[in-house]
């Protein structure tokens, strides 16, 4: 079993009193497409959002029929801290960790991230930029590890996490069965704007 992670706690202060998880895309909150991918290929799905969000979330999210769980932020220290906090809920030996602001994160990107046991972590990429630690998958106890003795040393940067640990990383742009836009993440209004338009295009 692999447990789905899903980070939708963030301020979304470039939406301005827009919360991001909530955004509409194609007819449903992002954070609702990002369940819904994990739903296919998780036996475990835990969110982690802010007490606030939570029964909105629930709402958006009453047909999914993976078991669900909630863990709640305490702390305002970021992603890393939902990522410690999610990993210690975790019953799997791996867990998939996809924020909510990558709605259009395929099936196809996380069985490829999912192809090696070797290594702790595998995450994606696109050619010359750098790799995406929030949409990955990571073996549950040594990543928990990692992030507990990052913020214990003050260091709230995911990206952080890669160096811990032993990393692969995918180049989407060399596997032909992955969208191009699957890393568009949605900061903004006119990511929004973007992703929608060429979706449409296609």
Known sequence: ???????????????????????EF????????????LDAVSGQILVSCRKAQRSRIEGALSEIETPLGFVIDTESIGPLGGIRDGLSRSQSEWTFV???????????????????????????????????????????????????SLLEAGERRPMELLDRLDTTTV???????????ELVNVNTPADLRHIDQRTRDH
């Open 26 to 37: 194609d007819g449903s909150p992002l954070v609702k497409h990002v369940v819904d991918t």
């Open 98 to 148: 996809v924020a909510c602001d990558f709605p259009l994160v395929s099936h196809q990107l996380l069985a490829v991230l999912s192809a090696s046991e070797e290594d702790n972590a595998a995450v994606p990429t696109v050619s010359g930029e750098q790799p995406q630690p929030l949409c990955g998958r990571y073996r549950t106890d040594p990543t928990l590890d990692a992030a507990r």
């Open 171 to 181: 180049d989407i742009q060399e596997v032909p069965t992955i969208g191009q836009d």
């Open 1 to 23: 079993m692999t447990t789905g992670l899903v980070l939708a706690g963030g301020r979304s202060t470039r939406f301005g009193d827009v919360d991001k998880a909530f955004v």
